[in-house]
């Protein structure tokens, strides 16, 4: 028989914010805290970016042609954090402009700043560009 179970707050009883899963195979254990995202956000918009949906984000800052700084509503605890970013191609077809790709240019404890970057190949030395249909950013980390 299944169960539901309906609570408001999860806490630890040794430590209120560690909370240990059981993993697959039922032999290892995951701590919660670790394996969530503390930012997310989907962006949107060719030129200046909106927020569509996000968690943890106060605000985007355009920082200039193809430059975002997305900013925190709650700081992470230090600069080691795992950063993850990603865009949707709006299609270009001619010259050497195929692939595209982001490349990571700064991240404090409130915010991480990224650029979007278009070239034969997915390096730091293709163009920056504003014409992406959606692109954002997440971080994995430890908030502060």
């Not at 039922?26 to 969530?36: A, C, D, E, R, V």
Request: charged share 10%; hydrophobic share 30%; with cysteine.
């Amino acid at each position: 028989m299944a169960s539901i179970l309906k609570v408001d707050t999860i806490t630890g009883v040794t430590t209120a914010g560690s909370i240990a899963v059981t993993g697959e195979g039922n032999s290892t254990t995951t701590n919660l805290q670790q394996g969530l995202l503390k930012m997310w956000a989907n962006l949107s918009g060719s030129g200046t970016p909106a927020i569509d949906d996000s968690t943890n984000t106060s605000s985007v800052t355009d920082v200039g042609t193809g430059e975002r700084q997305i900013n925190l509503t709650n700081n992470v605890s230090n600069t080691n954090y795992m950063t993850f970013s990603g865009m949707l191609n709006e299609g270009n077809s001619g010259g050497t402009r195929g692939a595209a790709g982001h490349q990571l240019n700064g991240q404090t404890t409130s915010s991480v700043k990224y650029k979007i970057v278009y070239g034969s190949t997915a390096s730091s030395d293709g163009a920056l560009s504003d014409s992406a249909v959606d692109d954002g950013c997440a971080i994995a980390g430890d908030l502060a």
